[in-house]
């Protein structure tokens, strides 16, 4: 009898501890309370299973957790603020419009708003056709640039528009990239609006091309992320040029979307090589924000060292064990531990 009373006296001070041996391996409680769980696992058998069970739970949901995807984080994200932009711009057409036709104009005073009514019919009918005529000009003129029934001819005109265009003042009203066979780079349609409406036709191999296709990744802020994820694309199979290498890493430096990050990261891959890509990857491992964009920094790092690419220096090596301690990311951490263990003999950290 003695026996079953001090039985139930255990199981009693047992649920008190129960509900939070979760969170005792998940490492959330403080101090005075971590004490008192220990205290008491010294004496219960029955806990310590319990707590171990817990331990292995954590363990597995940490080695088999998935990491927000870096294209979906981008595309919500932009979906946001283009939704916050919308709004602002209706809201501002709005206001503008009660400020210019409110309707005191209209009801109280019929004959000024009759005579309001006709002046803006009268200007729409005066300047509507001319508009049109002109859009209809533009647009004839590029479809000529595109269609003339001499490539050659056709080729020569557009490189001569394209030299005396002004890349800073021209907006990229479209872009069309068309697969091509033979293991040739693709091909790449970019239209530009500027004074002359402008089709660029080609491939990254055409310098005219790849120099414009820079010039968006290092104006960023002027193109919007679809158009910079393209250029990305496109540029990679030139990868082996230092200054593609300088502008995708560039890129991964200062582009304000981690998609683009994570896609000028992937280009890089087969790139001959060079202290700045190294250091490339280290940056994005140490400050970039984005979970996605840090495992593809890793991945790179121990692949590069498995093909003997990577010099093992106290800069790299300190940055590694920085992540294995530091990084939000388990998987991070442990692979920063496997990219030291790669690089060097096994050292105490």
């Known amino acids: 009898m003695q026996q079953d009373q001090n039985d139930k006296m255990a199981a009693e001070i047992c649920k008190v501890f129960e509900e939070n041996w979760t969170l005792f391996a998940a490492g959330e409680l ?22 171990a069970q817990e331990n292995a739970l954590v363990v597995l949901l940490s080695n088999n ?11 919500c994200r932009a979906s946001l603020e283009d939704a916050l932009d919308r709004e602002e711009e209706h809201g501002w057409l709005r206001r503008t419009v009660a400020a210019l036709l409110p309707a005191s104009w209209i009801s109280p005073a019929p004959a000024w708003s009759g005579a309001l009514l006709l002046l803006i019919g009268f200007s729409v009918g005066m300047l509507g ?30 490189h001569d528009s394209l030299r005396k265009l002004d890349f ?14 033979d293991n040739e780079p693709p091909e790449v ?11 660029m036709h080609g491939t990254v191999n055409n310098d005219e091309v790849k120099n414009f ?9 002027r193109f919007d992320a679809d158009v910079r994820m393209n250029a990305v694309e496109l540029l990679r199979a030139r990868n082996k040029d230092a200054d593609v290498r300088s502008a995708l890493c560039q890129t991964v430096h200062t582009d304000h979307n981690a998609a683009v ?5 992937e280009a890089l891959d087969g790139a001959e090589p060079q202290d700045i890509i190294q250091q490339t990857l280290l940056d994005a491992l140490v400050d970039d924000q984005n979970p996605g964009v840090r495992v593809e920094a890793i991945n790179a790092l121990r692949a ?27 998987y991070i951490r442990l692979q920063s531990a496997a990219a030291i263990q790669d690089l060097g003999p096994r050292q105490k950290f």
């Open 30 to 51: 403080d101090a005075s309370e971590v004490a008192e769980m220990k205290s008491h696992l010294v004496e219960c058998q029955r806990c310590n299973e319990t707590l």
């Open 65 to 75: 957790r998935t990491e927000p995807d870096a294209a979906l984080l981008a595309g």
């Open 129 to 158: 056709p001319r508009l049109l005529q002109h859009h209809g000009t533009s647009t004839a003129r590029t479809e000529i640039t595109r269609e003339n029934s001499d490539p050659d001819r056709a080729t020569s005109d557009a």
């Open 168 to 181: 800073h003042t021209a907006r990229v009203a479209g872009m069309n990239v068309l697969p091509s066979g």
């Open 189 to 199: 349609d970019v239209y530009l609006n500027a004074q002359q409406p402008v089709t």
């Open 213 to 221: 296709l820079m010039f968006v990744l290092h104006n960023n802020q």
């Open 261 to 265: 990050r994570l896609k000028a990261l």
């Open 304 to 330: 590069m060292a498995a093909k003997g690419q990577v010099e093992s220096d106290d800069h790299l090596l300190s940055v590694l064990r920085e992540r294995m301690h530091k990084d939000p990311s388990t």
